[in-house]
């Protein structure tokens, strides 16, 4: 089976840098995925990860450890738009399947106040 | 237009009606998903359907059925709906054959049911 554990909820303050971290178990890792979802609306894809290492995108970094399980997301110069759920989401290969599905883990509330 | 739409985007029913949430893409993606969302939980997978003729069972399946009608249309039955399937279904996109970060997922705007 698959679990992935993350924190409930963070908090931080406008222009601040949050970092949230996310450990998974799987039997078969094939990429690691995080996603933001605002109260009420569809999450919407961050990053992706599948080798180790940081992947930088605007004020958004994503970094793998497949040794360790672990990765983080990094929010940098927080703005009050930033307060969302982040679900962090592993693939792990399928039966008959190249891919795999997705298994998400519960998602971390964060606030950002001003 | 919105490239993977659901309807309705709310539903009110009442114990033991049989309902059905239809989602519809435009991405041209291969996979299709249906997933639901409680409060203070992730996502769960419902059913997910790698073409249109493989349909296969995720975590939570029992008391839902699927069709997926083309390759554009996935739909989510709830034969006799109970209570505790109040929740927020999101339907959701794939495609196998992309580049970049492959199958990446992406979701519809969510459908929110309520079951009296």
């Known amino acids: 089976g698959q679990n992935i554990d993350q924190p409930t909820e963070m908090t931080a303050t406008e222009g601040a840098i949050v970092q949230i971290n996310c450990t998974y178990q799987t039997s078969g890792f094939n990429g690691l995925f995080w996603y933001q979802q605002h109260a009420g609306e569809a999450p919407t894809f961050l990053s992706y990860?599948?080798?180790?290492g940081l992947e930088e995108k605007g004020r958004f970094s994503s970094f793998l450890s497949r040794s360790k399980g672990y990765s983080y997301l990094l929010l940098k110069e927080l703005q009050m738009k930033d307060s969302a759920s982040y679900l962090c989401a592993v693939r792990d290969w399928d039966r008959g399947s190249t891919l795999g599905r997705l298994y998400f883990g519960r998602g971390t509330q964060l606030t950002v106040w001003p | 237009d919105a490239d993977v739409t659901q309807t309705p985007r709310n539903r009110i029913t009442k114990t033991g009606k049989r309902i059905m949430l239809e989602c519809s893409q435009t991405k041209g993606h291969d996979r299709m998903y249906w997933y639901r969302q409680d409060p203070g939980l992730g996502l769960q997978l419902i059913y997910y359907?790698?073409?249109?003729?493989?349909?296969n069972k995720g975590e939570i399946s029992d008391g839902y059925s699927v069709s997926r009608q083309a390759q554009a249309k996935f739909s989510l039955s709830l034969e006799s709906a109970i209570p505790n399937q109040t929740a927020l279904y999101f339907c959701?996109?794939?495609?196998?054959?992309?580049?970049?970060?492959?199958?990446?997922?992406?979701f519809g705007p969510g459908t929110r049911l309520t079951v009296l």
């Open positions: 990860n599948v080798l180790d």
């Open positions: 959701a996109t794939s495609d196998s054959a992309s580049g970049g970060p492959t199958d990446t997922q992406y």
């Open positions: 359907s790698f073409d249109v003729k493989d349909i």
